[in-house]
């Protein structure tokens, strides 16, 4: 099992231009997370996923979509860049087991650069 | 509301015991996670505690959670250079598959 992966792992983009980030989990995980990273400021939920073809907003959702499409893909979009979302993003996925537990599985992150 | 709180930075030397604290707001947390970060790496799910228990052990780690307080400390003996990282807490409440995350603890481990 690869676990959690995502692409790319670095990335420079200038202010207005659009990326996606993907992230495959395959683990046959129910719930997607996509979080940012910044300086003492812990993971911020961006966006997350609770089954395939549903996305719900987290905490910082502003300025980023999601879809949902396939049960192992998350996709991440910024349509228009803004130097503020330069950060870590990870992805996460988890599901809920027996003893109610619902553990986060986490990728290895992709490091975003809006100049 | 829902708050997790943590020190952001510790520094111990090779073979000392360390612990790092954390302090979360909601009653309602079931289970309480700690999770070891690396350098450039992605979050790796280190241990967890339900909300029943006082403590876990689990080989060189240690749990401690005090309801009552809030607190929770994770205590790392012997600890290693290897141990160098940042290490989050998170709460997860019962209503809720989120986690909530705290800032992080820098670990330094000193040869």
């Known amino acids: 099992n690869a676990g959690v992966t995502q692409t790319p792992k670095f990335r420079v983009l200038k202010t207005g231009q659009s990326m996606t980030l993907l992230c495959a989990q395959d683990?046959?995980?129910?719930?997607m997370y996509w979080y940012r990273q910044d300086p003492g400021m812990g993971l911020r939920l961006i966006h997350y996923s609770v089954g395939e073809g549903t996305t719900a907003k987290g905490e910082v959702p502003d300025g980023y979509n999601v879809s949902r499409l396939k049960k192992q893909n998350f996709l991440l979009g910024l349509e228009s860049a803004a130097p503020s979302q330069t950060s870590v993003y990870f992805c996460a996925s988890s599901f809920l087991s027996g003893q109610g537990r619902h553990e986060q599985y986490f990728g290895p992150g992709t490091r975003l650069t809006v100049t | 509301g829902e708050d997790v709180e943590q020190s952001l930075f510790l520094s111990v030397r090779e073979g000392d015991s360390s612990v790092i604290n954390c302090t979360y707001t909601d009653s309602s947390s079931t289970y309480l996670y700690w999770y070891k970060q690396e350098p450039g790496a992605g979050l790796q799910l280190l241990t967890y505690i339900f909300s029943n228990m006082d403590m876990k052990q689990d080989q060189r780690l240690t749990v401690l959670l005090n309801k009552k307080d809030k607190h929770l400390s994770l205590r790392i003996a012997d600890t290693q250079t290897g141990d160098s990282a940042i290490y989050f807490c998170a709460e997860r409440m019962d209503s809720s598959y989120k986690l909530i995350f705290g800032s992080g603890t820098r670990l330094l481990v000193r040869p």
């Open positions: 683990m046959n995980h129910e719930y």
